[in-house]
């Protein structure tokens, strides 16, 4: 995207918090996942698991992701579920499982914090933490991932403003870590179609009011797979630097977020659209 783009005058209504503002970074920030960055021409996807289940299935998914050309793998050992019966991850275990695959694979992970009590340990083991959308109004775990070594994937809350999204990232930013990317996930609304009705109208504005890189979540921000590949499509078309597909090895068995879970040959088919889409709008997709 031309970057005059981002000086065009606009009137949100709000003032964009200091440290996440464009102005205070006009060329964007850069974030670096281990070596793979984010915020430049390329746009670069994140896919995985939605939770980390057992070694096969992290391995066997992990490979077919590589095949078809992500460059970072995503997955869950501490599941934010709504209900306390579903199930929540193998903690420590999980993270174990990722950092090995990571390992033989080299996709860096990116996995979720629940808890301040946790940010030390996932940090050990991840390449880039996650703040979920459930935790994009926990105050305390933002000023934790401020503090940390490590880049910071920040999902927008389901029912948060864009003005909240921004002061959730300037909560990370004031305590000096600024490698941070933002994600719109998809937000709460009366329909009830989809599982969440993703606002792709943040990501233009969400460019052009700060510096982070924006990446989409077409997965949650839809819940039913095949409306993934067309909605990330169009995420790349409204100038998002990079996606977060959840794909399964086997989607039918997965234990949680099956039924958005894309099979590997759907995921290799929708890059190979992705690549061939990109450079019509000026990006190109970020291969290995
Ligand atoms: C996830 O990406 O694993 C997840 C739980 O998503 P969200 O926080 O957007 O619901
Ligand atoms: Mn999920």
Same mark, same amino acid.
């Given at each position: 995207?031309?970057?005059?783009?981002?000086?065009?005058?606009?009137?949100i209504?709000?003032?964009?918090?200091?440290?996440?503002?464009?102005?205070?970074?006009?060329?964007?920030?850069?974030?670096?996942?281990?070596?793979?960055?984010?915020?430049?021409?390329?746009?670069?996807?994140?896919?995985?698991?939605?939770?980390?289940?057992?070694?096969?299935?992290?391995?066997?998914?992990?490979?077919?992701?590589?095949?078809?050309?992500?460059?970072?793998?995503?997955?869950?050992?501490?599941?934010?579920?709504?209900?306390?019966?579903?199930?929540?991850?193998?903690?420590?275990?999980?993270?174990?499982i990722?950092?090995?695959?990571?390992?033989?694979?080299?996709?860096?992970?990116?996995?979720?914090?629940?808890?301040?009590?946790?940010?030390? %340990?996932?940090?050990?083991y991840?390449?880039?933490?996650?703040?979920?959308?459930?935790?994009?109004?926990?105050?305390?775990?933002?000023?934790?991932?401020?503090?940390?070594?490590?880049?910071?994937?920040?999902?927008?809350?389901?029912?948060?403003?864009?003005?909240?999204?921004?002061?959730a990232?300037?909560?990370?930013?004031?305590?000096?870590?600024t490698?941070?990317?933002?994600?719109?996930?998809?937000?709460?609304?009366?329909?009830?179609?989809?599982?969440?009705?993703?606002?792709?109208?943040?990501?233009?504005?969400?460019?052009?009011?700060?510096?982070?890189?924006?990446?989409?979540d077409?997965?949650?921000?839809?819940?039913?797979?095949?409306?993934?590949p067309p909605?990330?499509?169009?995420?790349?078309?409204?100038?998002?630097?990079?996606?977060?597909?959840?794909?399964?090895?086997?989607?039918?068995?997965?234990?949680?977020d099956?039924?958005?879970?894309?099979?590997?040959?759907?995921?290799?088919?929708? %890059?190979?659209?992705?690549?061939? %889409?990109?450079?019509?709008?000026?990006?190109?997709?970020?291969?290995?």
């Amino acid at each position: 995207m031309e970057l005059e783009t981002y000086n065009i005058p606009v009137n949100i209504g709000f003032s964009v918090p200091v440290r996440t503002n464009r102005d205070s970074s006009p060329d964007g920030t850069i974030v670096n996942v281990n070596g793979v960055k984010i915020g430049g021409n390329e746009v670069v996807i994140i896919a995985g698991p939605c939770a980390i289940e057992n070694n096969e299935q992290v391995y066997e998914t992990a490979k077919a992701v590589k095949q078809g050309g992500a460059r970072i793998m995503r997955g869950g050992a501490f599941k934010p579920r709504t209900s306390p019966y579903s199930f929540q991850g193998l903690g420590e275990e999980g993270l174990k499982i990722m950092r090995r695959i990571s390992n033989e694979t080299g996709l860096p992970i990116v996995t979720e914090v629940l808890d301040t009590r946790h940010m030390e %340990m996932v940090a050990d083991y991840a390449d880039m933490i996650q703040i979920g959308s459930r935790n994009m109004h926990n105050y305390p775990l933002l000023k934790e991932a401020g503090l940390v070594n490590k880049p910071i994937l920040l999902k927008r809350g389901m029912m948060a403003t864009i003005e909240e999204f921004l002061l959730a990232a300037e909560y990370i930013l004031n305590q000096g870590n600024t490698q941070v990317v933002l994600c719109e996930r998809g937000i709460r609304t009366f329909e009830t179609t989809t599982r969440n009705t993703l606002d792709l109208n943040a990501v233009p504005i969400l460019k052009k009011l700060t510096h982070l890189p924006v990446i989409v979540d077409p997965s949650h921000g839809t819940g039913i797979r095949w409306i993934v590949p067309p909605m990330a499509k169009a995420a790349i078309a409204s100038g998002a630097d990079g996606l977060i597909i959840e794909v399964h090895y086997k989607p039918d068995t997965a234990l949680s977020d099956g039924k958005q879970s894309l099979y590997p040959d759907e995921f290799q088919q929708l %890059m190979s659209e992705l690549k061939k %889409m990109a450079p019509a709008i000026g990006r190109k997709l970020s291969l290995p």
